[in-house]
């Protein structure tokens, strides 16, 4: 089933039922207002929408062409967002540019971070950029959407806490990192909001691909109209999305609807190329001494996408321009 | 116009308005069902809650008793939760109590974190310990609850984004903290769930102890039933709700409800006390050679209240006992 949330106006926008081929869509609202409200009735709400999923397949419900521009985040804002970096050739690329060495427990214990939740932008949304100073950056990645997680979760427990599974560009500001993690609290000003696919749909959805909480597909990025990525977000996410679900359960328990990611998705072949641009301009630094691909700057377009084994879309498209803003 | 939540088992509670003097109360769910619901269409909003609290002065409208242990945190969850550490003296003691140093721009960049929001703790809740050796702390604080605030707001129009105020003990787990540090992503196990006063007020029910962004009022701290601390709240907050606001909104923007904190109150003056028991282990550190006050643990007690200058307690008292879970 995939679900997604049509703009109306509204802070939270209407929740809809996506068809399978991605071409339509059932308005779900009978159901449930909201994704958030879904979330919150879980239990009572997704077999509700899983019968108007299997009407809209069937074509016994009214639907509407689907118009991705006029799509929401799934989760327009998010109780929480927690973003881990679970790929682990992405720690230590992305520490070697900044000259800072990939902590001593790299392979033990997740790196997570607790990121801004309560204004995402739309899988079409511009990418706002006030000064290109700050070293705009694309970081492509899977989420999930967990129900309620009570704290002391094991891994081995938690696959039924994963409601929905979708894509993220968890936009970064790189140049105002070190300065920000020099002061010791994270990051935040170098987190501007982030953008998540069209789509958010159950893991039953990608059948095998899905497995030991992993997503076994490739995430592709494309910049400019120029693919720069083709990672493969499955073997090597060293910490499964249980293992983060573990971790964060450790001291406090979480609200329906937090959405937790993987990390930028990470390959060591560098012939699958890059989900974020500071991996490259390492490789680069690497190999020829200095960085030559420069960050995002106005104009510029990223494309996140992930398709099945038939080439079926399955988040939909992540597709950002950057902007110029004030 | 004091506002609250009243638990009634669903996720957001039901809005209330208190009685000045904190005796009653009218369910205000004729205006909105929730405060969340209150802050999204504030505009609209507030004229009618603060028309409600008038004929609950005049006693026109059907008032019951308050008891405070039915009522959960003005925002049970919320979308953002940014935590600064705006008192100089509270960040050179905590730093010099792990051997850290304070950041080089301690008095020209604020120091904030995105703290956890998706379930935070009642006023009169319990706070679960699973480990005594986590090293548990409290830590008084005075937070803000901002309206919609845009990306690029600067502190000189940051006044009327600030809808309500509150008192917070955002809870500490210090001896998870060092290691997280370590990590290079800011805290994250280390504070678990956030515990919030019973009344969130609107600023002018200060009257002028609310200036300048601060608020000029002493938070007073009772550990197990004994006064520890007894901090006036103003001059020493370094940074303004409005300069931290400012800081905030460089590089995003932020919805109705996000909670911004002012970190641990804290005052030079050794006679005032503390708002937390790390700064009194670093006190006896520097006086005695080592700490004599241990962490939290099952039993112990922490009530932190604000009282204006007639005595009367402003936001309520936060009363929570450590219980330990499995």
Redesign the interface.
Known sequence: MKLATLKDGT?DGRLIVVKRDNTAYALATNVALTLQAAL?DWETKEPQLRALDAQLEAGTVQSRPLDVSALHAPLP????W?DG?AYLNHVILVRKARG?EP?E?LKT?P?????????FLAPTADI?L?DEA?GLDFEGEVCAILGDTP??TKAENAAPHVKLLMLANDVS?RN?IP?E?????????????TAFSPFAVTPDELGAAWHDGRIHLRLRSVLNGQQVGDTDAGPEMHFSFFDLIQ??C??????A??ILGSGTVSNADRERGISCLAERRMIETIEQGAPKTPFMKPGDTIDIEMTDAEGRSVFGRISQKVVK??
């Open positions: 802070r919150d804002r998010a109780y929480e927690v970096s800072a902590p427990t214990d790196l997570v971070y607790q990121g801004g939740s309560g204004d706002p006030a700050w704290q002391g500001l105002l300065n993690l020099a002061k010791g609290f994270g990051f935040f000003q170098s987190k501007p909001a971790h964060l450790k001291t406090r328990s979480y609200t609807g937090t803003v004030p």
